[in-house]
């Protein structure tokens, strides 16, 4: 691993639906390296959790504002024994997520873009 001790995503949005976000650890633990960084439509400013709970990943849901059962769960955590992110669709339920490939910004330290687009019916 590298001298940095956090590993660092940043997640831009690019859709035109009002989207919400929601973060929940794998197995309720407390989150403790790393941080997730959304930015949604509907959200005034970024939204930010800890990346990692102690032995598990974090998922995030991104979610109509006006229908939250409709939504897509995002993946996140690292490759195990580094700093490099693991970041996975994990559902789809009416919403279809595009996860794009990182950009490294800095030591562990990457960007993405998600498409967040509601299918037709």
Do not use: H
Not at 72 to 93: H, K, M
């Amino acid at each position: 691993m590298t001298s940095t001790s956090n590993l660092t995503c940043n997640f831009t949005l690019s859709s035109s639906l009002a989207l919400g976000v929601s973060f929940a650890s794998d197995d309720g633990g407390a989150s403790y390296g790393g941080q997730i960084t959304v930015s949604t439509p509907a959200t005034a400013g970024p939204v930010s959790t800890g990346l990692w709970d102690n032995d598990g990943n974090v998922f995030f849901t991104l979610y109509l504002t006006e229908n939250p059962e409709i939504n897509c769960v995002i993946n996140s955590g690292s490759e195990p024994g580094s700093w490099v992110p693991y970041i996975t669709l994990g559902r789809e339920s009416g919403l279809a997520c595009q996860i794009s490939n990182p950009q490294q910004v800095g030591e562990n330290n990457y960007n993405y873009t998600l498409t967040v687009t509601q299918p037709a019916a």
